[in-house]
């Protein structure tokens, strides 16, 4: 996977170092503060699995690469914003300070917003030649992105009290699941996959977005904060690997129906079962 990580990192340092912007330090500063959170440390789980994806189809990077960035930009936006005062208040992020802790609170804001912005401006630059691709998966994204996918989830983890494990499930699928899912959706529509195929590969990264959760649960299971929001609290730690189990082997179980070499993206699904951050 390293590689495909690090063609991730020089796609997105080139896109930052070409992009033209109205000349002046605030634009030059904000530019700062959004390639301090998209440039370096993530795991890039989510680009990762779109190139992969791509390749099953026999896409390659230059394909992918645009949209795999753009879902990569959108996740580092919520993760900016997820770490602000007025959300979870959070001092650390990919190892170093979190945005707003370095530029301050209003230029953090704005960096997750450009992102955001950036992102939809990505994939409609570089797909619009091709017959209403570029549309398909701005419509894509924004199911994914917005109230009905991440932004809807987090307004149910901000207010919701007491989950069960279906609730959690529904929290999950929707917070984190729904973008694990766009990005091999969307690499699996680049690459011209048939419908079918597509489907498939949709429900393989609802499961995948959902097992990456449970993992996550898993990998934080001494925060005492997380109280039901967390399924470890809920099934308890061996309740939880087994839940883990389950979940990435419905993932394959999806990938069964889509013809082509598939163990590269099985090993996605072992990556996270076994990934200690
Ligand atoms: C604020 C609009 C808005 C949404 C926030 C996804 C989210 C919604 C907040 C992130 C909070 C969080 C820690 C969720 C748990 C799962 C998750 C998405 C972890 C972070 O993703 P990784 O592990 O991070 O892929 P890296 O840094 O590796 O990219």
Do not use: W
Not at 92 to 99: I, M
Not at 192 to 216: N, V
Not at 231 to 236: A, E, P, R, S, W
């Amino acid at each position: 996977l390293k590689s495909h990580v690090e063609q991730v990192d020089d796609y997105i340092h080139s896109y930052f170092a070409a992009m033209d912007l109205p000349e002046g330090a605030p634009v030059t500063e904000l530019k700062e503060a959004m390639l301090y959170s998209a440039g370096v440390g993530g795991k890039r789980f989510r680009p990762v699995l779109a190139l992969i994806v791509g390749e099953l189809f026999s896409a390659g990077p230059k394909a992918i690469l645009p949209f795999a960035t753009a879902v990569e930009l959108i996740h580092t936006y919520s993760l900016i914003h997820d770490d602000l005062p007025c959300m979870d208040n959070d001092e650390l992020r990919r190892g170093k300070l979190t945005n707003h802790k370095v530029y301050g609170e209003t230029t953090a804001l704005l960096a997750g917003d450009a992102l955001l912005t950036e992102a939809f401006l990505l994939v409609a630059s570089e797909y619009h030649d091709q017959d209403r691709l570029a549309s398909r998966l701005v419509e894509l994204l924004s199911r994914a992105a917005g109230i009905r996918g991440m932004v809807g989830g987090q307004a149910i983890d901000l207010k919701a009290k007491d989950f069960s494990v279906a609730d959690l499930t529904n929290l999950h699928h929707l917070k984190t699941g729904r973008l694990i899912q766009v990005a091999a959706e969307g690499a699996a529509v680049i690459a011209g996959a048939s419908p079918k195929e597509i489907e498939s590969i949709a429900a393989f990264g609802g499961h995948l977005g959902l097992a990456f959760q449970i993992a996550d649960d898993i990998l934080d299971q001494n925060d005492k904060d997380q109280g039901s929001r967390s399924f470890v609290t809920l099934l308890g730690i061996q309740g939880a690997k087994a839940f883990l189990q389950k979940v990435s082997a419905e993932a394959i179980q999806q990938l069964h129906q889509v013809a082509g070499r598939s163990g590269p993206l099985e090993q996605m699904i072992e990556f996270n079962q076994t990934r200690q951050k």
